[in-house]
């Protein structure tokens, strides 16, 4: 097995420090904390900079040889979201020569196998948060029941706070400054979480520190970055998955998974939508950074598609139509997830769809980020696998198509290949995955628009929610219930309304350039949505790194492309020969300005693209 064939699984962590000595903390610094938090309020800011930020950690050294070779983070200069200070961000991967970091999920898999090149020139000193980590003086946390003297909660988003929640940049407003505190009980009277559109609103300044209340259950799985386990409160009778993450001394993967949960604190503390993972709130102590997060207790779609077997169409589509509708809402703030896979994907009781696992996710605001190598190798679109001019938000499009081959195969397309000939075969091939031919032709084409291999002539998650594929999925009914509960009470960009609502409120006609018309959603979102064409010509300037792919290099760098060994489960998948470019009907771009005809060139859409009327979603 080669060196860079290093399969690093959280069991082994446990196995290497079983109980009793599972942690070797860094007494003086635990030393440390424990004595300014007595001295003064500490914020989670202030917690997690000071341990882990460079100026006071001799241990980060960020990569370089003998280093992991997997760099959860890459530079994201002037990311608006407000993150504690995580210090340096360097490329620890390009040129390691070492080991990778994949996963295990809780079924086993290998499948959440991930591949992190980062750029070493955008790898420097990153200002995360840039400005926007002022470690402002907090109030002490978490209060009575909380788990430990040192114990520090993030600060509040301005949506814990009724400020705008939806604040184009994202950017928390000065002096704002909060607690990610936790949930309260249901039905208790500052429960905020009760009130419509408020999911977020878990508390409060002035309610109870009711904190911690939150006691650990059993294993729910386990990712690369830590362990999840079920939380139950036992004063709410509320559940929720609890991410831990813990701290072993002069431990880089350790070092790198805290930088990395704490990147999703940092992005899922900003959203707010029923088709992603609710973020509650976290905490860190001297020995671990604790996240909480909304219980969806049906598991992944990858581990439903190893219980039960391929998804039927209906099922495909249902869940194809929220995946879009997170997306949608993903992107529409900017964001990539950049890990969009089965794995990643959970499904709650009732069939609604939550978007997890947000440890890759970016904001594109910052160009060189888009320059790392970062996913999982059979859902990685051409463009990160070149990875020549950059990426952007396309590259969810892309992992969604190779979702949904996965929901009707149980396997990811080419899954007959391994790590590293998979990537050839992304990149540098024409081919395309084989698309089963049970599948509808709205199903083969939606795949298709998906899977092209130009990232601009991908449709935007919002258009895909117009084609017939997922379109009329608002009232779909699968086997003997309904998926039409709180899945679909949300807009297009999934910003939630309580009640029924319409599913496109608002249309406009848009001339389709043959004479013919096309409606297009028009859906409020806090930032103009980018069009693929933007998205990369935007990252077209950015100069492009000598070694930013696996297949654009030979030396030591490439050597540092380390992928995990398939899934045992993937069998052989016959290759597809097909050409997604011979359907390239999607976008065009007329003087600078798209045409948005998306479904022209295919008969069926335009037999089915219902007229201007909005269409209403029956619950
Ligand atoms: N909110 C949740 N509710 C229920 N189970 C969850 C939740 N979040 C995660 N899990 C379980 O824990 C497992 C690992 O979680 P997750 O994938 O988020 O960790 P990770 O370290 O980020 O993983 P990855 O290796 O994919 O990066 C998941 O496969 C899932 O089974």
Redesign the pocket.
């Known amino acids: 097995m080669p060196a860079w064939w290093w399969k690093k699984s959280?069991k082994s962590i446990e196995q290497q420090y079983p109980d009793g000595e599972s942690l070797k903390l860094n007494k003086s610094s635990i030393r440390n904390d424990t004595k300014r938090a007595k001295d003064k309020p500490k914020s989670f800011d202030e917690v997690f900079a000071s341990r882990y930020s460079p100026r006071n950690s001799k241990d980060f050294s960020g990569g370089g040889s003998g280093s992991s070779g997997f760099s959860g983070f890459d530079s994201d200069r002037g990311h608006p979201l407000p993150r504690p200070s995580l210090g340096t961000d360097h490329g620890a991967g390009l040129g390691s020569g070492s080991g990778s970091v994949?996963?295990?999920?809780?079924?086993g898999s290998s499948s959440?196998d991930?591949v992190h090149l980062d750029q070493a020139q955008f790898g420097n000193f990153s200002t995360r948060g840039h400005g926007d980590t002022k470690l402002s003086p907090m109030p002490r946390s978490p209060g009575p029941g909380s788990r430990s003297a040192t114990t520090a909660t993030s600060p509040l988003h301005p949506r814990f706070c009724g400020t705008n929640l939806d604040s184009p940049d994202g950017k928390q407003e000065e002096g704002k400054g909060s607690y990610h505190r936790l949930p309260l009980p249901p039905g208790s009277p500052t429960n905020l979480s009760a009130l419509p559109n408020t999911r977020t609103c878990i508390a409060n300044e002035n309610t109870n520190p009711n904190l911690s209340k939150w006691k650990r259950g059993r294993l729910?799985?386990?990712?690369?970055?830590?362990?999840?386990y079920?939380g139950f409160n036992s004063e709410s009778g509320q559940m929720?998955?609890i991410?831990e993450v813990r701290e072993i001394a002069d431990d880089q993967t350790s070092k790198e998974?805290l930088k990395?949960?704490n990147q999703?604190i940092a992005l899922l503390s900003q959203l707010s939508h029923p088709n992603i993972?609710q973020y509650y709130g976290s905490e860190i102590d001297e020995e671990k950074l604790s996240v909480y997060?909304?219980?969806?207790?049906g598991?992944?779609i990858?581990?439903l598609l190893q219980e039960y077997g391929p998804f039927r169409e209906p099922v495909i589509q249902n869940y194809t139509r929220q995946i879009l509708s997170g997306l949608s809402y993903l992107h529409g703030r900017s964001t990539m997830h950049r890990?969009i896979k089965g794995?990643?994907i959970?499904v709650d009781p009732n069939g609604e769809i939550?978007l997890?696992?947000f440890?890759?996710a970016k904001h594109i605001a910052t160009c060189s980020s888009m320059l790392s190598f970062k996913g999982s190798p059979y859902w990685m679109a051409p463009e990160v696998v070149m990875n020549s001019n950059g990426y952007s938000l396309p590259v969810d499009i892309w992992s969604l198509g190779c979702t949904i081959l996965e929901m009707a195969t149980s396997k990811p397309p080419w899954s007959q290949y391994e790590g590293v000939a998979a990537i050839f075969k992304i990149g540098n091939s024409k081919d395309s995955p084989e698309i089963p031919d049970h599948l509808s032709n709205d199903a083969k084409c939606f795949i298709k628009l998906c899977l092209r291999r130009d990232p601009s002539a991908r449709p935007t998650a919002l258009q895909l929610l117009d084609h017939p594929f997922v379109r009329d999925q608002g009232t779909a009914r699968v086997g003997n219930f309904s998926l039409t509960n709180e899945a679909f009470s949300n807009t297009l960009d999934g910003s939630r309304t309580p009640t029924v609502l319409e599913l496109h409120p608002k249309r406009t006609i848009l001339s389709s350039g043959d004479g013919g018309h096309v409606t297009k959603p028009l859906v409020a979102t806090s930032r103009p949505l980018m069009s693929p064409s933007d998205g990369a010509r935007m990252i077209t300037s950015l100069p492009v790194s000598p070694c930013s792919s696996p297949l654009r290099q030979s030396g030591p760098a490439y050597r540092s492309c380390f992928l995990s060994p398939p899934h045992p489960s993937f069998g052989l998948v016959g290759q597809s020969g097909y050409n997604l470019n011979d359907h390239s009907i999607f976008p065009t771009r007329s003087n600078g300005k798209f045409t948005l005809d998306p479904w022209r060139a295919i008969p069926q859409f335009k037999a089915q693209t219902p007229n201007v009327s909005p269409r209403r979603r029956h619950i």
Not at 102 to 107: A, D, H
Not at 293 to 297: A, M, P, R, T
């Open positions: 959280s994949s996963s295990e999920s809780s079924s959440d991930h729910l799985g386990r990712g690369t970055f830590g362990h999840v079920l929720c998955a991410k998974s990395q949960l999703e993972v997060l909304e219980y969806v207790s598991g992944s990858h581990k890990d794995a990643n959970l939550k997890a696992d440890g890759m």
